[in-house]
């Protein structure tokens, strides 16, 4: 039972445009969720978190959104810059460090 | 400071052989986690431990894989004996205890190939 989804396995957008990572979860206990960053041959990288307080959380130019009653995050990156090209996680927590990964999104911004 | 550390880094063996894979976490990280992740796929958890304790192994396939902690530091995930299907990437992870939203600090992961 697959309780992170991510449903677009890529994307590809033009460099200083905005790329938006979409990301679906189906338990509503999920106390935090995050964002990694994966580079072919690495391990992923945290990228950015929100809490299930909040709708909203910004660093740089990153920017999570979260809708709880759709049950739907969003990780928006603007502007997009060749070096953001990786695979993109997203992570739900619940309370004991129980984490759950979704299947990634492969992005590509083209110079 | 120093990262996570996983070695090595890519192993191939035949099936039915045995294969280990060790992990130092950062230091001061009291809680490390063991991944799998296949391709195309995001990390599953194996094991989870809390200093030299495993507080979730729910979903480690006890018949042929093992892990341990002794010294609540670095860690070793065996398996005995491999087969086809465990051709995946595993991944070792630390974070500190109680942090909010608990990042986890992963490590290059150890990649490997049953033949």
């Known amino acids: 039972d697959q309780q992170v989804k991510q449903n677009s396995p890529s994307l590809s957008v033009q460099e200083g445009r905005i790329s938006i990572l979409n990301c679906d979860y189906t338990?509503?206990?999920?106390?935090?969720f995050l964002w990694y960053k994966k580079y072919p041959a690495e391990g992923p990288t945290f990228l950015i978190s929100?809490?299930?307080?909040?709708d909203k959380n910004e660093d740089g130019r990153f920017t999570v959104f979260l809708n709880k009653s759709a049950k739907h995050l969003s990780l928006h990156i603007v502007p997009s810059q060749p070096g953001d090209s990786a695979v993109y996680f997203c992570?739900?927590?619940?309370?004991?460090?129980?984490?759950?990964f979704g299947t990634g999104t492969s992005l590509t911004v083209i110079p | 400071e120093a990262g996570v550390v996983q070695s090595p880094r890519y192993k191939i063996i035949e099936k039915k052989q045995p294969v280990a894979f060790w992990c130092n976490p950062i230091?001061?990280?009291?809680?490390l986690y063991w991944y799998l992740q296949n391709l195309g796929q995001g990390p599953e958890l194996l094991i989870r431990?809390?200093?030299?304790?495993?507080?979730?192994d729910s979903q480690l396939p006890k018949d042929r894989f093992s892990a341990e902690r002794l010294k609540g530091v670095d860690s070793t995930l065996k398996i005995q004996p491999a087969e086809l299907g465990d051709s995946a990437v595993y991944l070792c992870?630390?974070?500190?205890?109680?942090?909010?939203?608990?990042?986890?600090?992963f490590g290059p992961g150890t990649r490997l190939t049953v033949t």
């Open positions: 431990y809390e200093n030299e304790e495993a507080v979730d």
């Open positions: 230091s001061g990280h009291n809680t």
């Open positions: 992570a739900a927590e619940r309370t004991g460090n129980q984490f759950y």
């Open positions: 992870a630390s974070s500190e205890q109680g942090t909010s939203a608990s990042v986890q600090y």
């Open positions: 338990n509503s206990m999920f106390d935090y």
């Open positions: 929100i809490s299930s307080i909040k």
